[in-house]
Nanobody
């Protein structure tokens, strides 16, 4: 089970930190990711982090967003800085089990960037 938190309304240029709490076994075996979706569009990858903490980012967020994981807390974070109106979306946490190749999703958290 994945539970996201930390979304909300922020002005352009502001910051938010999203958290995703993972409950289950062996968090360390999971590739964790953040995705986002706006109405009428496909869900897109924002950032992902491997069990070994290697990271990948969408070009649109490079230099502004940082994904990290704390294996001791079974939690993944997305620090979002210098937010733009186009970052407005529902953000979803994803957990991909490297052993079984199955993934699961959180319920999503709304991020709105507006003045």
């Amino acid at each position: 089970q994945l539970v996201e938190s930390g979304g909300g309304l922020v002005q352009p240029g502001g910051s938010l930190r999203l958290s995703c709490a993972f409950s289950g076994d062996s968090f360390a075996f999971y590739l964790m990711g953040w995705y986002r979706q706006t109405p009428g569009t496909q869900r897109e990858l924002v950032a992902k982090i491997s069990p070994g903490a290697s990271t990948n980012y969408a070009d649109s967020v490079k230099g502004r967003f940082t994904i990290t994981r704390d294996n001791s807390k079974s939690t993944v974070y997305l620090q979002m800085n210098n937010l733009r109106p186009e970052d407005t979306a529902v953000y979803y946490c994803n957990a991909y089990d490297m052993r079984t190749h199955q993934d699961s999703w959180g319920q999503g958290t709304q991020v709105t960037v507006s003045s």
